[in-house]
């Protein structure tokens, strides 16, 4: 017979259970309005509908149990004992009241417990008894004290430290990492799978899945499927329908959005911090557990072709994406990040299983969260059936890696690049190149330039290019405000504040992990196309010439001013404003988690914002000018919509003035 570690209470000895009160109660609060114990009591209920609906294949749930309902119930209770340590580190006193109040609530319905000292000694008992040995006793020990799983990590009963009584014979595989100031705290589970956190104080909390997986990844057979399950997720899974998502969506009351790219897929969620594990809940459904039915796959086939004839009408939106295909012709990161009109054929219920399968592999995925404890989150997982998920081979067999890549096309393929150098499986190949889509009709023609840049593998370089973005800056022809807009970046001063015919004019810079593509996006009025991109090669070049004047042959136009390089007031004020537009974009929880969980999947560490900042303080303006001669060096991708007739005769004389290679 299990020895219960908890005495007996006047809940247990009568014939009402806690959920027979927990629904006598909530009738009673609702005819008092008594709005406190209406909201606690009406989560736990919710709690438990989803427990009993939701029963895996190894655990039964009834809400007819007292040691069931009591596990949701201490599971609540943890969850506010952390809402308040939040908040009271947030000065956030009337919140910190809601939390106890909602806390004293939910301790009146559990049982009496017994004293840590008394779970002890009938842990101790039980070992004794069964002559327990080894970690696979535990599970043994545990069930005949009868602490249900619902308890293990929440209750007083885990204060025993029962793996010290038990004598062990092996080691978890899980490992922990904290960060050197302490703010970031990473688990990795035995199947690889990476949880990681930073408690932050603030009055929600913000949840991300981030899936290693994209258009970088795709082949000819799954091109577009990235996109593909963006648009598919929170619909039907497993467990939930995809009414039951939008319900519980509308019901959590927070932000909620999945998002795909060319090096990763994106869930991320930002809610009270009472409801992040119905949050968590939901991320773990449309990641974990997708049904992709038929008729939502229909659904999305008749989508797809209106959004892709929606961005093709927008340059802006339309042309980066161009700007990809034309600069890496080999694949990879040159891959649609859109699923392509010709391959909704192909998408198929068993093609999308399939993707999923191949992807969402554990060693490829990070949970990650902002204001949550670690240990929660942790356990969160577990529940939710992240570690259930089994790991690939390579990772199985303790290799620690997982070598991502698709099985056929070019970039895969050992193709040799124009250097003829060898590059691997899914490294990205920087090709170049020129593509032009003449449409006279247009009121503005636009011009992109590019160059090959560096991605976030090379750290250094990585910040002297985003000062370089900066430096250069750009905007509009019309902007309200000061400094802070850019307006004395060199592309204001330079450009848009000298020729009134040109009608934006901005840097832009695409990273990557193992490459990046920078250059400068203008518009303008028909017909001044070429003129146009000799302002662009100047600028660039004006970069490029540090402290020297450049040569009269350089420009075909007469510059406004010095044609030399940028002065140490200029970097300065790029290196002010990088920094200030990293601090600021950090106060947001959500771009925490993003950075977060990014930096973890591409890194495996957290670089702080501390650390960025001295990175950035140590850039000089020598080093400026050198990434931009870098920039010169390798061969440039130009794009042109509009009035091209005249770019397309006069481009390569443009090129050589500037020692561009196109």
Request: net charge negative; aromatic share 6%.
């Amino acid at each position: 017979m299990p020895v219960r570690w908890y005495a007996d209470s006047p809940a247990t000895e009568a014939a009402q259970t806690i959920h027979a009160r927990l629904k006598q109660d909530m009738k009673i609060a609702m005819k008092a309005r008594d709005k406190p114990r209406l909201t606690t009591v009406k989560s736990i209920l919710s709690d438990i509908v989803y427990a009993e609906k939701n029963q895996s294949s190894g655990a039964s749930f009834s809400k007819d149990s007292d040691v069931d309902v009591a596990g949701i119930i201490q599971r609540g209770i943890k969850q506010r004992n952390d809402s308040i340590r939040s908040y009271k580190d947030g000065g956030r006193q009337d919140l910190v009241d809601i939390e106890e109040a909602e806390l004293r609530i939910l301790e009146s319905y559990l049982p009496q417990q017994l004293s840590p000292k008394q779970i002890e000694a009938l842990v101790r008992e039980t070992i004794e008894r069964l002559g327990a040995s080894g970690i696979k006793a535990m599970g043994t020990v545990m069930r005949e004290v009868d602490i249900s799983p619902a308890f293990k990590s929440t209750t007083t009963a885990a204060s025993v430290d029962v793996n010290a009584n038990i004598p062990l014979r092996a080691s978890s595989p899980e490992t922990k990492d904290i960060s050197a100031d302490g703010q970031t705290h990473t688990t990795t589970l035995p199947n690889g799978l990476r949880v990681v956190s930073e408690r932050n104080p603030g009055h929600f909390t913000a949840l991300g899945v981030y899936v290693d997986a994209g258009s970088r990844y795709e082949d000819r057979r799954t091109s577009g499927f990235a996109h593909l399950m963006d648009r598919l997720a929170f619909r039907n899974s497993e467990r939930l329908s995809s009414a039951e998502s939008v319900a519980m969506i509308e019901r959590l009351g927070g932000s909620i959005m999945s998002s795909s790219s060319r090096e990763c897929i994106m869930y991320q969620a930002a809610v009270f911090p009472h409801d992040v594990p119905t949050a968590l809940r939901l991320l773990a459904e449309t990641t974990l557990r997708p049904k992709f039915l038929p008729e939502d796959v229909e659904e999305l086939r008749a989508a797809v072709p209106w959004e892709l004839q929606d961005v093709e009408s927008k340059p802006e939106m339309f042309l980066p994406e161009k700007m990809h295909e034309v600069a890496f012709q080999t694949g990879t990161l040159g891959n649609p990040l859109l699923c392509p009109v010709s391959q909704l054929d192909a998408v198929t219920s068993e093609a999308l299983h399939a993707y999923h399968e191949q992807w969402y592999r554990p060693e490829r995925i990070v949970v990650a969260a902002v204001g949550l404890e670690h240990e929660t989150l942790v356990q969160l997982c577990k529940d939710n059936g992240y570690g259930d998920l089994g790991g690939s081979p390579s990772w199985i067999e303790g290799k620690g890696s997982w070598i991502s890549g698709s099985q056929d096309g070019a970039a895969n393929s050992g193709t040799k690049a124009k250097n003829g150098t060898a590059f691997t499986r899914n490294q990205a190949v920087y090709t170049g190149g020129t593509w032009f889509d003449y449409k006279p009709n247009m009121d503005f023609s636009q011009v992109y330039l590019g160059f090959k840049s560096t991605g976030v593998d090379d750290e250094r370089r990585l910040y002297l290019y985003a000062t370089l973005q900066m430096l250069l800056g750009g905007g509009g022809s019309f902007s309200a405000g000061g400094p802070g807009k850019g307006m004395y970046s060199r592309l204001y001063t330079r450009v848009l504040n000298q020729h009134a015919w040109i009608e934006s004019c901005v840097a832009f810079h695409h990273c990557y992990t193992d490459t990046g593509l920078f250059g400068i996006s203008a518009s303008c009025g028909p017909r001044n196309e070429y003129a146009l991109l000799d302002v662009i090669a100047t600028e660039l070049e004006a970069v490029a010439s540090g402290k020297g004047r450049l040569s009269l042959r350089s420009s075909l136009r007469s510059p406004y001013a010095s044609q030399e390089g940028p002065t140490s007031l200029e970097v300065r004020r790029a290196k002010n404003q990088l920094k200030s537009n990293l601090l600021m974009n950090l106060e947001s929880r959500m771009v925490q988690l993003e950075d977060l969980g990014r930096q973890i999947q591409v890194s495996g560490r957290k670089i702080s914002a501390d650390t960025m900042v001295d990175h950035i303080e140590s850039i000089t303006t020598d080093e400026i000018s050198n990434v931009a001669r870098e920039l010169l060096e390798t061969p440039a991708t130009l794009l042109t919509q509009g009035y091209t007739e005249n770019i397309e005769k006069f481009y390569p004389q443009v090129a050589a003035n500037h020692g561009i290679k196109i």
